[in-house]
């Protein structure tokens, strides 16, 4: 029975992934893949669809291949697509200006700076080293990485610059 429900959910709940995603990156999909089926429910809600393009001829490639055919987006790295749908995401694209770089910046950003152990650190090894409180953390992040002083990486990493 718990089976028969998850089918029926499938089309309602990748709906809802695609129309709370920037798009969707199809990677390998039969003619028949439910991955076609959110490509689609994407495109009707106005996401961008990717495709990554796999080895002619095999039954699990023939959907994605058929993606690019009609238009998809060629992609073949995940930074093709973070370029692609979030260009002011990558730091290294564009360097801060100088006067941007050289800002001295707030005392509370300074300390969340000194807090830096090791080139990568988690939000919360920063908030116990700085002694700050999280929000305050989290102001002083955003200071620092919108002068180009650290980047923030996925899963709430922290690099300095």
């Given at each position: 029975?718990?089976?028969?429900?998850?089918?029926?959910?499938?089309p309602?709940?990748n709906?809802?992934?695609?129309?709370?995603?920037?798009?969707?990156?199809?990677?390998?999909?039969?003619?028949?893949?439910?991955s076609?089926?959110?490509?689609?429910?994407?495109?009707e809600?106005?996401?961008?669809?990717?495709?990554?393009?796999?080895?002619?001829?095999l039954?699990r490639?023939?959907?994605?291949?058929a993606?690019?055919?009609?238009?998809?987006r060629?992609?073949?790295?995940?930074?093709?697509?973070?370029e692609?749908?979030?260009?002011?995401?990558?730091?290294?694209?564009s360097?801060?200006?100088?006067?941007?770089a050289?800002?001295?910046?707030?005392?509370?950003?300074?300390?969340?700076?000194?807090?830096?152990?090791t080139?990568v650190?988690?939000?919360?090894?920063l908030i116990?080293?700085?002694?700050?409180?999280?929000?305050?953390?989290?102001?002083?992040?955003l200071e620092?990485?919108?002068?180009g002083?650290?980047?923030?990486?996925?899963?709430?990493?922290?690099?300095?610059?």
């Open positions: 029975m718990a089976r028969r429900r998850s089918r029926r959910t499938f309602r709940r709906r809802l992934v695609s129309g709370l995603s920037l798009g969707v990156v199809v990677v390998e999909a039969s003619e028949r893949s439910g076609l089926i959110t490509a689609r429910l994407a495109l809600q106005g996401r961008e669809v990717y495709a990554v393009p796999g080895e002619v001829g039954e490639t023939r959907g994605t291949h993606l690019i055919r009609r238009g998809a060629l992609v073949e790295s995940g930074a093709q697509v973070i692609d749908a979030l260009p002011w995401r990558d730091a290294r694209s360097p801060p200006a100088a006067s941007e050289h800002a001295v910046p707030s005392s509370e950003a300074s300390r969340v700076l000194e807090a830096f152990e080139a650190e988690h939000v919360d090894r116990e080293q700085s002694g700050l409180p999280a929000s305050r953390v989290l102001e002083a992040l620092l990485e919108l002068a002083r650290v980047i923030q990486h996925p899963g709430k990493l922290f690099a300095r610059r």
